[in-house]
């Protein structure tokens, strides 16, 4: 679903001549992903790298931008009765994500999800840990961060980062949108 929702939102902001040159620089000429189809992590990774180069956009305001886009654009077009089931605040969503993650591995045999652990939870802030082996996905994590702030009408900060290898811990702060 990655590749599909990189597809959406490069044709939706810059049109299929766009995506057809990132699928010529990613070696995909031709391809067409499907839903339900794993593909190899190289291709996710090389799609991200032809979409920077042909967009000239650095990777890492890209990924952050698809993270957000993600969350408010794409999954809830193929998931929203998962993510209403997810939580119906900010703190209680981030809780759940593994939850979420373990209702889409059924769906999509082979999935490999990234865990999340909530802790620290106060009124207006928490500690948010993300593990994976997929490396590089922090800025992807930021700007999920921020969807699912969009989606509860919170403003999200990311206060703090501390990245490690396969583990990264978000400090996290909201308060209403303005």
């Known amino acids: 679903m990655v590749q599909l929702g990189l597809e959406q939102m490069v044709r939706e902001r810059h049109g299929a001549d766009a995506w057809n040159e990132i699928l010529d620089r990613a070696g995909q000429r031709g391809v067409v992903f499907v839903s339900n189809q794993p593909y190899p992590d190289a291709t996710s990774y090389a799609l991200v790298g032809a979409t920077s180069e042909v967009l000239k956009e650095d990777a890492a305001v890209l990924l952050e931008d698809f993270g957000r886009y993600w969350v408010a654009d794409f999954a809830p077009q193929?998931?929203?009765?998962l993510l209403d089931a997810s939580g119906d605040d900010l703190a209680t969503f981030l809780g759940n994500l593994n939850n979420l993650h373990v209702r889409v591995g059924l769906i999509f045999p082979g999935y490999e999800p990234p865990s999340f652990e909530v802790s620290d939870v106060t009124?207006?802030?928490l500690r948010l840990?993300?593990?994976s082996h997929r490396e590089g996905?922090?800025?992807f994590v930021i700007g999920l961060l921020r969807g699912i702030g969009d989606r509860f009408g919170q403003t999200v900060e990311i206060d703090s980062v501390t990245p490690g290898e396969g583990h990264a811990v978000f400090d996290v702060s909201w308060r209403p949108a303005a």
């Open 78 to 81: 193929h998931y929203q009765t």
């Open 123 to 125: 009124a207006g802030s």
């Open 129 to 131: 840990h993300y593990r």
């Open 137 to 139: 996905l922090v800025p």
